[in-house]
């Protein structure tokens, strides 16, 4: 059922996140199906310019990737040459540094864009046919604007399911999940947007190529728990090993990222969006895993607020269960 609940999955969150857009301009005296379009041009907007930002990211580093490594082979061989000596063994350096300048050749266009391309098209193929992904797109857009369009009777057709003695019970767990996942979305917007200004100056003062899109990519990248940071942290040690090789420049980027943690770990985080929600690392990574393999990358973007929702309906469950007589007695 993954595939078929994916696409509602993410036109559900998609719409709940662009819900105070559409709210805000309703009560701008905006009609209700122009806010509802609004709203999902600017959601769509700033995808698209992630998206940009990435392709900027990989035309900036595959040409540098493809001019440095033949002088990556030979600085390996000058260190591991004379070990290997000692050992009796015979390399042959001439052929191996043709061979893995051709294959880094064949693999790393200067052009990135057909390895966006190409790389697109495997995601697209990897779930599902493209006629399947299109179709899929097109449901999530055309039940995100519904969704937009008719919040409240949706919610008031999901009221009228649940039983009566159960309604006052539902709506509270509802609202303490609501105002959970309200504080994690603006504090993860507050969290981006000053940890994106913070690396993008950072970088630039180290002077690395393309501090702004690499600064604002990592401070995307905090939305996935660990393995985000860790990815921009790469992203950026490569790119200083490229522009520099390893000199002074490192430790700025260094300096640049640690501040950054700290910033965000013991100041930002705890106070714009809290502890992480109440979540151990380990239950962490398990829900990055978990909805990751049911429901793909959109499984990972949204595995720390659904599992909020979760700690909700579990505390409840537990406080209902040590209220029971059985537990009692």
């Known amino acids: 059922m993954a595939e078929i609940l994916t696409p509602f999955l993410a036109a559900f969150i998609l719409a709940y996140i662009l819900r105070p857009v559409c709210t805000w301009l309703g009560r701008h005296r905006v009609p209700h199906p122009i806010a509802a379009l609004i ?19 990989l035309k900036q580093e595959i040409p540098m990737i493809r001019a440095q490594a033949p002088h990556w082979i030979q600085d390996i061989q000058a260190w591991l040459e004379p070990k290997l000596v000692q050992f009796h063994i015979q390399l042959d350096w001439v052929g191996l540094k043709t061979s893995a300048t051709e294959k ?5 266009n200067d052009n990135a864009d057909a390895l966006v391309s190409s790389t697109f098209d495997t995601v697209l193929m990897s779930g599902s046919s493209i006629v ?24 008031q057709l999901l009221k009228k399911m649940i039983p009566v003695r159960a309604q006052a019970t539902v709506q509270q767990l509802a609202m303490q999940a609501d105002a959970l996942l309200s504080q994690y979305l603006r504090g993860m917007f507050i969290v981006i947007a000053i940890m994106a200004t913070y690396y993008g100056c950072g970088l630039s003062l180290v002077g690395l190529n393309g ?11 905090i939305v ?14 490569l790119t200083t090993l490229l522009q520099f090789g390893i000199d002074i420049h490192m430790i700025g980027v260094l300096a640049v990222y640690g501040g950054g943690q700290m910033i965000e770990g013991f100041f930002l985080t705890p106070r714009l969006v809290g502890e ?16 990751g393999q049911l429901f793909g990358f959109f499984g990972v973007l949204l595995a720390l607020p659904i599992s909020a929702v979760t700690l909700v309906l579990v505390k409840f469950a537990w406080q209902r269960y040590q209220q029971s007589a059985w537990y009692q007695q």
């Open 276 to 291: 992480r929600i109440g979540l151990h690392p380990v239950a962490v990574l398990f829900a990055l895993l978990f909805f």
């Open 211 to 221: 501090a702004i899109p690499l600064g604002v990519f990592t401070a995307l990248m």
């Open 39 to 57: 709203s999902m041009v600017t959601g769509l907007t700033i995808l698209f310019l992630i998206l940009v930002l990435f392709g900027t990211l």
């Open 132 to 155: 399947t992904a299109f179709v899929n797109s097109v449901l999530i857009l055309f039940v995100m604007f519904y969704l937009l369009l008719d919040w409240h009777h949706f919610f």
């Open 224 to 237: 996935i728990p660990y393995i985000g940071i860790a990815l921009g942290f790469s992203l950026a040690v």
């Open 104 to 108: 880094v050749a064949q693999h790393l």
